[in-house]
Structure formats: C-alpha cells, structure tokens
C-alpha cells in the first residue's frame, strides 16, 4: 500500500522497511502491519488532540508527573508548547505503561519505541499467523475457558494496579485473543491509581466490563465483587501481585451514603454510554 504521511519519516530513516496494510482506526489512532526487516509488526499512528475523539481526557492526564518544571508549567497553562508537550506525555503514557505491565508479567504487546507520534510494537497473531481477534469477536467460548480467562484477566488488573496503574478502558474491545489467552492492549489512557482521584472508579468499570463479557459464558461470575475485593486489599497496603483473589466481598451494613450511592448510579450511567460509544466505534473500525 501507498505509504501514510505519518509513517514516511520512519521508511527514510530505516525503522520501518515497508507498510503492508492498515489493521484498523480507532478514536485515537490508526494501527498498520508493518514489516520490520524480516519481522512483521505493527505501527500505531496517534491522531492529533484536535482529530482524536476519546473523551474526557483530563480525567485520565491528572496525576502525571514531568520532571522537567518548564514543561510542567506550560502543560498547566496551555500554552503551545504546552499542549504539545501534553500531547507527547499522552503518547509516551502508553509506552511507559507497557514497559511497566510487561515488568509486572502482564500480557501486553512488545513495544519498541515511539517516534514522533507513532508506537512500533509486536504484532499479536493467532496461531495461523494472522492478526489474532479483539476478544469482543470471540462468539464461542466455554464455560470453563470464561472462568480461567476471567481469573487471568483478574489477576493482571492485580498486577497492574501493584504497579502503581488502572488501565481506564478495558473492556473486550482492548483484549486480543492469541494462543496462550488474553493479551492487553490500548493503554494511553492508563492513570496513576495513587494520584489520579479517578482511579478507583476506573478500576471499578474495568473490572465490571470484564465480568460482564466473560458472564455471558459462565452467569456465576456475574455475582462475583473482584473490584471491591481488590480495591480494599489495596487501600490498606495488602495487595500484592501474587495475592489470591475469592471474588467476595462482605458488604458494608452501615447507613447508606447518600452521595456515594449517587455516585454509583452516575457512574453506572455513564459507563453504560461509554459501552455503547465503544460498540459503535468498533462497528465502525476499518480493518
């Protein structure tokens, strides 16, 4: 294929020997099947903030740190250089959190570096060699296979969250599916689960998405409470990445909180508008 604008930069300077074809577009970028060498791969195009769709951004940008107080301060008044800078740290989010999953053990792609907005990392493949499925394209599953995938899944939104990190929009859309089971993707998004005032609500619909994808194939995890369970062991400093989760939880009997319960019924609105949102995008993905 005709060789993207974006992607040209990285064919003149070797990183990248061909393009072969684009996998899909997204509301944040558009992926391609590159070949590196003899080593096919794929490349991540970001949009530009004034093309990319994804909404509420700054609810996932608060509590990221720069180093670099110059940079630091212009982010927070928006100036050019400012929301350039932004821009960069929103692209360098994602490769930093997949270093950090990988670390932690957490199935994620391999990146090999971002370069001027676009993300070179491995290419999931099935076991013919073809792009492996978004697990939202898995129709057939078995009970079983629902149950130990959901208890994988789980255990990696541990890990992730011992490393300091919530994804922010998993969901069966941003699951491949290969060989060996589930593997995580799309994680510009990921938020700081100690700095970011956001994050438990995020871990919370992370969780919910998951178990309501895999309860399609095994209802009984459908009553399971991974989230409370896990955020409770990691409010008081008890969570470690090899701790064994039961998906119960004993609930509170005290009063009610008024506002929080809203806050749950706010939050359970909103995160079934974004399902519906990321439904329509994938229906609307170009592969």
Not at 44 to 61: H, I, L, M, N, P
Not at 135 to 162: F, I, K
Request: include cysteine; hydrophobic fraction near 35%.
């Amino acid at each position: 294929m005709k060789t993207p604008i974006r992607l040209q930069p990285l064919v003149d300077d070797g990183l990248v020997d061909e393009v072969i074809s684009q996998l899909m577009s997204g509301k944040e970028a558009t992926v391609y099947m590159i070949r590196c060498g003899d080593a096919i791969r794929c490349a991540k195009v970001y949009k530009e903030a004034t093309k990319r769709s994804f909404k509420k951004a700054a609810q996932y940008q608060e509590g990221r740190k720069t180093k670099n107080s110059r940079r630091g301060r212009a982010m927070e008044k928006g100036s050019k250089y400012g929301r350039e800078e932004q821009e960069k740290a929103w692209q360098n989010a994602e490769v930093d959190a997949l270093y950090k999953c990988a670390a932690a053990k957490i199935r994620v792609p391999v990146p090999y570096g971002c370069f001027d907005g676009v993300l070179l990392m491995e290419l999931i493949t099935n076991i013919h060699g073809d792009v492996a499925p978004r697990l939202n394209d898995v129709t057939e599953m078995s009970q079983e296979q629902a149950q130990t995938q959901h208890y994988v899944m789980m255990g990696y939104v541990v890990r992730m969250l011992c490393a300091g990190i919530v994804h922010g929009d998993l969901s069966e859309f941003n699951v491949l599916v290969d060989k060996n089971g589930p593997v995580i993707i799309d994680l510009p998004q990921a938020v700081d689960a100690s700095a970011n005032n956001n994050a438990k609500a995020m871990l919370f619909r992370d969780v919910n998405n998951m178990t309501d994808y895999y309860s399609q194939f095994a209802p009984e995890l459908a009553a399971t409470k991974y989230a409370k369970e896990m955020w409770a062991l990691y409010e008081q400093g008890e969570l470690t990445p090899e701790t064994q989760l039961t998906g119960l939880f004993e609930e509170d009997t005290t009063a009610a909180d008024v506002d929080s319960v809203l806050e749950e019924i706010n939050a359970a609105f909103e995160e079934a508008q974004e399902r519906r949102e990321r439904m329509s995008d994938a229906n609307n993905d170009e592969y």
